[in-house]
């Protein structure tokens, strides 16, 4: 029997608990003005559906048990980013002028290999997963091209997991940079990623199940485009009549952000171009 560790929902929440934490001590201290306002409201707002539902005390303890399981899972990433970062996400992108943003989710990884303007990401041999070439431009809300900004590109593999977060898969699999030429294009091929499913065996799973909701996320690409000079954009891209595409548990697909990619002339794969637009910083 060959040793294949599947994925769990315990060793990817640890590993995106870790990668937060790690990433999350740079970040600035929030002034106890500021604080007790979010605070204060976001207790008030807990408190009055308490009373709206007339919560009891096996609920309480049930909401107790599982806020506790949430961080045993190591899920707080997980479930943060599916069910509150879309609203986070747009207060920050609202008044941008370029590319419209979506979440980060729990998956990134900085440091990703650099593939130069044109370049395929890292993959296995034989990466399941029809080919997609998927290129473009980067240029400034002005229409100027921008020349050696990075497109940061991280995605799911065909059965929906990531590398660095699932076991088994190599390091940077399907995880790349690409910096844009004298014109501010780049290539990159890749493969048409999976659906992503909420694990089902953590305590994300367990409310989703508990609320009979679906768990699905449509097939994404992540990508952050960033250029000296201009704000740094995080997004995704979905594909036109992909499953979920119009009821994704995390809340994170716009209009503008949905590719409808067309058969490359060989049949072997397919391609997309999506340009982005970068506001000033
Ligand atoms: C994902 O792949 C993702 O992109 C988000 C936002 C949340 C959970 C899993
Ligand atoms: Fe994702």
Do not use: C
């Amino acid at each position: 029997m060959t040793d294949v560790v599947s994925p769990t929902a315990a060793t990817s929440g640890a590993s995106a608990t870790e990668r937060f934490q790690e990433r999350a001590k740079a970040a600035a201290t929030t002034g106890a003005a500021r604080v007790n306002a979010i605070a204060s409201d976001a207790l008030a707002a807990l408190h009055e559906v308490v009373r709206k539902h007339q919560v009891t005390y096996d609920e309480y303890n049930a909401f107790k048990a599982w806020l506790i399981r949430v961080g045993e899972d190591g899920e707080w990433p997980l479930f943060l980013d599916v069910f509150l970062e879309h609203e986070v996400e747009k207060v920050a992108n609202a008044t941008r002028q370029g590319t419209v943003g979506s979440i980060e989710g729990p998956y990134y990884v900085e440091g990703a290999p650099e593939l130069g303007s044109e370049g395929t990401l890292p993959m296995r041999d034989g990466e399941a997963g029809r080919p997609l070439r998927f290129f473009g431009q980067v240029r400034a809300v002005t229409g100027e091209p921008l020349a050696g900004s990075v497109v940061d590109f991280w995605q799911a593999d065909d059965d929906g997991l990531y590398s660095q977060f699932a076991p088994g898969i190599p390091e940077w699999n399907l995880r790349g940079r690409a910096t844009t030429d004298a014109e501010g294009n780049f290539s990159i091929t890749t493969i048409h990623p999976a659906p992503y499913q909420i694990p089902t065996d953590g305590a994300t799973g367990a409310l989703i199940a508990a609320a009979g909701w679906h768990a699905w996320r449509p097939a994404h690409l992540h990508i952050k485009v960033s250029s000296p000079g201009y704000q740094l954009i995080t997004t995704q891209l979905y594909f036109d009549g992909g499953e979920h595409v119009a009821d994704d548990i995390a809340t994170a697909v716009k209009d503008d952000l949905i590719l409808a990619p067309t058969p490359t002339d060989d049949g072997s794969g397919e391609q997309v171009r999506y340009d982005f637009v970068l506001d000033p910083a």
